[in-house]
């Protein structure tokens, strides 16, 4: 009966794979590499939260507060038009 697993039979030079990795290791891997791109990403999404909510709040603003911060409704229009992905 063969007992090698498939990664076990991989010889090739220069092949940079931990063979003695279980199947566990390698989901453990998996969930820190999937941690480690949440981290890197969370300023990004906090960043987009700010923007929508910013630009929600500028499009609730009369005439005379627009014109308090030196903006038109129409620049304001477009300003709260824009993605939230979009600076």
Same mark, same amino acid.
């Given at each position: 009966?063969? @007992?090698?697993?498939?990664?076990? @039979?991989?010889?090739?030079?220069? !092949?940079?794979?931990?063979?003695? !990795? @279980? ?12 941690? &480690?791109?949440?981290? *890197? &990403? ?8 700010? *923007?929508?909510?910013? *630009?929600? #709040?500028?499009?609730? !603003?009369?005439?005379? !507060? ?8 129409? #620049? &304001?229009? #477009?300003?709260? *038009?824009?993605?939230?992905?979009? &600076?």
């Amino acid at each position: 009966m063969n @007992t090698h697993k498939c990664i076990d @039979t991989i010889d090739k030079p220069g !092949l940079s794979v931990d063979l003695s !990795l @279980t199947w566990q290791g390698w989901v453990l891997d998996g969930k820190n590499l999937v941690r &480690a791109e949440i981290v *890197r &990403a969370f300023p990004t999404f906090v960043l987009w939260r700010h *923007r929508s909510i910013s *630009r929600h #709040q500028l499009s609730c !603003l009369d005439d005379s !507060l627009l014109n308090d911060i030196g903006l038109t409704r129409e #620049q &304001a229009r #477009q300003e709260f *038009r824009k993605p939230f992905w979009q &600076a």
